[in-house]
């Protein structure tokens, strides 16, 4: 399902694309010449380090845009890989531009991503300040689930690991502390503060 913000002649010249757990949507220095609206799954924007490890830039799920930071720029900073089957809408840069100035409701509604965008880019900025690994996974809990208390995870913990920018094996450290302290309720991916 798409947005009603989306004007019919934005979809008209838009194409649907699906990808696959793993998929890359893009690669760093790849020519710009979309965004990307996602309809369902997610998506997150990668870069490595000298050593070859990942870092998350951003995550993305449905009813968000993906890689509105790439709007002015020639080539992607970052490569886009979907976390599990993910259905987008790529949209061309020159229609966006023209949708933007056309049809208020859609500006308005592309302005609400971009803060959205802003506000989780600031929460993992503040995240990954956190010295513990108990501080940023209680950070990451109240911040990123829509109760601030419970959350779903849609990925394995190895990648929530590599999210916090710690090692798996403290992550499940942690978390047995956490459920031995009282403090969270564990069920597989699901977590909830007490």
């Known amino acids: 399902m798409l947005t009603d913000y989306f004007p019919q002649s934005l979809i008209a010249v838009s194409r649907f694309l699906s990808l696959q757990k793993g998929e890359n949507l893009f690669q760093r220095e790849d020519q710009v010449d979309a965004l990307f609206y ?39 900073p970052c490569s886009a890989e979907a976390t599990r089957a993910t259905k987008l809408l790529k949209i061309p840069l020159n229609i966006i531009n023209e949708h933007l100035s056309s049809h208020p409701d859609f500006a308005r509604y592309y302005i609400q991503s971009l803060a959205d965008n802003l506000k989780k880019q600031c929460a993992r900025s503040e995240r990954l300040r956190l010295k513990s690994v108990k501080q940023r996974v209680l950070h990451f809990i109240s911040c990123e689930s829509p109760s601030g ?19 798996p094996e403290s992550l499940y450290r942690t978390l047995s502390e956490l459920e031995k302290e009282g403090v969270i309720k564990r069920i597989k991916r699901h977590i909830k503060l007490i």
């Not at 419970?150 to 394995?156: D, K």
């Open 38 to 76: 996602i309809i369902e799954g997610e998506l997150i924007a990668l870069r490595y380090q000298r050593d070859g490890k990942p870092v998350i830039m951003m995550r993305n799920m449905a009813d968000e845009i993906f890689a509105p930071a790439s709007m002015n720029m020639s080539i992607y």
């Open 149 to 167: 208390t419970e959350i779903t995870l849609s990925c394995p913990m190895s990648k929530w690991a590599e999210e916090l920018g710690v090692e």
